[in-house]
């Protein structure tokens, strides 16, 4: 019997466990009585990608009598993964190609376990909610009929074999799963878009467009989250598609709850119960969506 939802998590910047979501899905399911049997969760891991590069370099400097070694740690791995992802990104095997891939395989391996028409939700911490939108767009630009500068949409039949594990060509099917056509929410916490866009023209700080019919965008930021932003007020378009919510991420201890009050707050936001309740009322509203074709909206398809 296959589930009814498909959820799919994505990691933020730093140094990353492959067991990050462990937390996360154990809250959710204490919250949400249903999970089991409704529910199908997939796992995006991407820093396998970055990791072993930034655990040598973080090696040769930690013996250098530096000050602040866990904030110079977390902010090496962070930036890393940010300049990584954005180095030679137009490369077919670079880490901005290959996170695409680790993206793809993982909402695949959900396209196994929902019928034809199951909605699937994301959530996505910090650098992961630019991953999964630079995805999406990238995916819509082919699908208008243009080729993006960088990623798997440049010839996604190029990276079939790195993406599913039976050697065949995607089907059609298995193509508009892929496109997001089948997300219905997505709830980004900690999202550093705005990093990453400050320096465009306005012209050029575009965001997706909605990949079905009834998505919808949910942006949890706490105020001393100096990496986590609003998206709204980067301009109309924005505005129009995501919904900004100012939250006090601060775990579940008394030491979180002091550490919320900083901006150490980017890391607690999946202990937190508003991000649990908010993901847990993304997935029972996307159980009762209807997986459709998004709006008639010509796609901006400028660098």
């Not at 909605?119 to 999406?136: E, K, M, N």
Request: proline letters at 5%; a negative charge; charged letters at 25%.
């Amino acid at each position: 019997m296959p589930s009814r939802i498909g959820l799919l998590t994505i990691h933020g910047m730093g140094e990353t466990s492959e067991t990050y979501y462990q937390g996360l899905l154990k809250a959710l399911k204490s919250a949400m009585d249903e999970f089991d049997g409704t529910v199908a969760p997939a796992h995006v891991y991407y820093q396998k990608i970055l990791q072993d590069n930034e655990d040598t370099v973080w090696e040769r400097m930690k013996g250098e009598g530096l000050n602040y070694k866990d904030l110079r740690k977390f902010l090496l791995y962070g930036f890393a993964d940010a300049a990584g992802l954005e180095t030679r990104k137009e490369d077919p095997e670079s880490p901005y190609a290959l996170a695409q891939v680790e993206v793809a395989r993982q909402l695949l391996s959900l396209h196994s376990m929902l019928p034809p028409k199951g909605p699937v939700v994301v959530i996505a911490q910090s650098l992961g909610g630019q991953v999964f939108s630079s995805y999406l767009y990238d995916a819509q630009k082919s699908n208008a009929g243009v080729m993006p500068s960088a990623g798997i949409w440049k010839d996604i039949h190029r990276y079939s074999s790195l993406i599913k594990d039976d050697g065949k060509d995607f089907t059609e099917a298995e193509i508009a799963f892929l496109s997001g056509r089948n997300v219905v929410g997505l709830l980004t916490t900690g999202c550093n878009i705005p990093i990453f866009v400050a320096a465009h023209k306005e012209m050029h700080i575009v965001p997706i467009e909605k990949p079905s019919a009834q998505f919808d965008w949910i942006n949890l930021y706490d105020q001393d989250d100096v990496l986590g932003w609003p998206l709204g007020p980067l301009n109309d378009r924005y505005q129009a598609l995501v919904v900004d919510k100012k939250i006090n991420a601060n775990g579940r201890g008394p030491i979180e709850y002091i550490l919320g009050a900083t901006p150490q707050s980017h890391t607690l936001y999946w202990d937190d119960k508003d991000v649990i309740h908010a993901l847990r009322d993304m997935l029972r509203e996307g159980v009762n969506k209807v997986v459709g074709a998004p709006a008639d909206v010509e796609l901006d398809v400028g660098d």
